[in-house]
């Protein structure tokens, strides 16, 4: 070996195929319980819960292990009303003329529209960059590797974990999403990649009805 490894030792138990079966049913019904929610309670969710998920988002795999993101967590509620105000901006720009028919249409059982007043009921907002080249210690660039990739596997750990404790999120994407940068002062090798409110859902929240797809529809077997 070239390098120094050490022995891997997994913080689990294996498991026997018929444990396996039951445990694997098990989580996926509990993972198709997980909804993007657009209704969110204001109670309060703790420093502390955001640090974690953040550092199990961190903990993703990543190209060359650079992980190349940085996340802004905000519960200031002057921020998130700035938010909150140059999202509906370019929202409503998007929903009157920016979207065409058919992205329109494919919306409607959403029924979204403009306004995003779950940016300030949230407790907090998650708002996830992308480092398109690493800053080096003198300000000279250095490549990240299959950036999108990487931030993408780590909003899935970050939205999962939210899941696990029984907090709820929306991936939602504003476009386009500069304004992110310069309300949040970002350095210029980061980009907005995806803005998450975090909280509780709110008590009278209400989900669209749609289904996932089934294994025949997403699954191609080779045996
Ligand atoms: N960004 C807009 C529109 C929107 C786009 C998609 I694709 C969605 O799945 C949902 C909404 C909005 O947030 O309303």
Not at 2 to 15: E, L, T
Request: aromatic share 10%; with cysteine.
């Amino acid at each position: 070996m070239s390098n120094k490894h050490f022995k891997f030792q997994q913080n689990v138990q294996s498991f026997t195929s018929v444990d396996l079966i039951k445990k694997s049913k098990n989580l996926l019904s509990d993972k198709l319980t997980r909804r993007s929610l657009r209704f969110f309670s204001d109670d309060a969710v703790p420093k502390e819960v955001i640090e974690n998920i953040l550092l199990i988002a961190s903990s993703a795999p990543s190209g060359a292990n650079k992980q190349p993101w940085n996340f802004c967590a905000i519960s200031n509620a002057k921020l998130k009303a700035e938010i909150r105000k140059a999202a509906e901006e370019e929202e409503y720009e998007s929903y009157h003329g920016r979207m065409n028919k058919e992205w329109l249409e494919d919306l409607k059982k959403f029924d979204t529209n403009w306004q995003k007043p779950f940016l300030e009921t949230a407790p907090w907002i998650i708002v996830v960059f992308k480092e398109i080249y690493e800053m080096g210690a003198e300000g000279e660039k250095k490549q990240n590797y299959y950036v999108n990739e990487s931030v993408g596997i780590a909003c899935g750990f970050l939205i999962n974990a939210i899941h696990e404790l029984g907090l709820v999120t929306l991936t939602h994407t504003p476009s386009p999403m500069n304004f992110l940068s310069e309300i949040l002062n970002r350095p210029k090798n980061e980009r907005p990649f995806l803005l998450l409110p975090v909280g509780y859902p709110a008590a009278d929240a209400t989900v669209p009805d749609i289904k996932k797809k089934t294994s025949e529809e997403v699954i191609n077997w080779f045996e």
